[in-house]
């Protein structure tokens, strides 16, 4: 059974920073692609940063230069920094790791940008 529990979030101020986390377990971080994503309200999910077993990075335009994704397989953690936060990055961010075909989800955690 793959588990992803996610952490970090909370209300923050415009400017502001936060850190996620993700963590799992070592059969799953070390041998999968996983990243973030995030559903506003009202919006479908999407993308926000992704990283491989290689250590390939990508990352949604608009986050790019103020997010930075990590994973630790060591600790089995993957981590999103985020920086000069802005009022639309309020969303619910999801882990997620992508076995095969499968996309496995964390439960989410709730990211509120607001003064």
């Known amino acids: 059974q793959v588990q992803l529990a996610e952490s970090g979030g909370g209300l923050v101020q415009p400017g502001g920073s936060l850190k996620l986390s993700c963590a799992t377990s070592?059969?799953?971080?070390?041998?999968?692609?996983m990243g973030w994503y995030r559903q506003a309200p009202g919006k479908q999910r999407v993308l926000v940063a992704g990283?491989?077993?290689?250590?390939?990075?990508n990352y949604v335009d608009s986050v790019r230069g103020r997010f930075t994704v990590s994973r630790d397989n060591a600790k089995g953690t993957v981590d999103l920094q985020m920086n000069n936060l802005k009022p639309e990055d309020t969303a619910v961010y999801y882990c997620?790791?992508?076995?095969?075909?499968?996309?496995?989800w964390g439960k989410g955690t709730l990211v509120t940008v607001s003064s």
């Open positions: 997620n790791a992508k076995i095969g075909l499968v996309d496995y």
């Open positions: 070592q059969s799953v971080i070390r041998f999968y692609p």
């Open positions: 990283t491989s077993t290689g250590g390939n990075v």
